[in-house]
């Protein structure tokens, strides 16, 4: 499995699948998943609320798929990150959470290329180098990382490619 970097958009990344850090309404909000929503166009809405009317909100560290609608990508994996209130080991764990099971989800589905932005380091105040942290070695300890071809880690801002780069 390759592993990638880019300081960019996410919404206009070209891969099988990028992931969404959704809420758990999965309705879109602020930030990555606001810009997903917005530029994916109302089919990931419709696909979402499909999701909820069967399962109910998503819960914090799990994962669901749905179209892309109008992106470049085929998929959205749309995965909730934890809100970061100081409880390290738990939410370190959810965070982890986020990337193995979307990771999974990927497989299932035969996804051979994936994008990740950085989960929960927005306005759910994750500190970015843990994070990235927990990212990276995630995705390097994936069991089943060769049937992935390709993990982009997407960083919007100078800060988080900063600490990527640094790590990877």
């Known amino acids: 499995?390759?592993?990638?970097?880019?300081?960019?958009?996410?919404?206009?990344?070209?891969?099988?699948?990028?992931?969404?850090?959704?809420?758990?309404?999965?309705?879109?909000?602020?930030?990555?998943?606001?810009?997903?929503?917005?530029?994916?166009?109302?089919?990931?809405?419709?696909?979402?609320?499909?999701?909820?009317?069967?399962?109910?909100?998503?819960?914090?560290?799990?994962?669901?798929?749905?179209?892309?609608?109008?992106?470049?990508?085929?998929?959205?994996?749309?995965?909730?990150?934890?809100v970061w209130n100081g409880d390290k080991e738990e939410k370190s764990k959810l965070l982890a959470d986020c990337y193995t099971n979307s990771l999974n989800l990927a497989i299932q589905h035969g996804i051979k290329s994936i994008a990740f932005p950085n989960i929960s380091t927005g306005i759910y105040h994750f500190p970015k180098d843990k994070a990235a942290e927990i990212a990276v070695k995630t995705v390097k300890d994936f069991e089943k990382s060769a049937v992935i071809e390709k993990v982009t880690f997407v960083c919007f801002d100078d800060e988080n490619y900063k600490i990527y780069k640094s790590l990877l």
């Open 1 to 82: 499995m390759k592993i990638e970097l880019l300081k960019a958009d996410i919404t206009e990344i070209e891969v099988d699948a990028i992931v969404n850090a959704a809420n758990t309404s999965l309705l879109g909000g602020g930030g990555v998943d606001g810009a997903i929503h917005r530029k994916g166009g109302k089919a990931i809405l419709e696909a979402c609320i499909q999701i909820r009317n069967k399962q109910g909100s998503c819960k914090t560290g799990e994962a669901v798929i749905t179209t892309a609608g109008n992106l470049p990508s085929k998929y959205v994996i749309h995965t909730v990150g934890p």
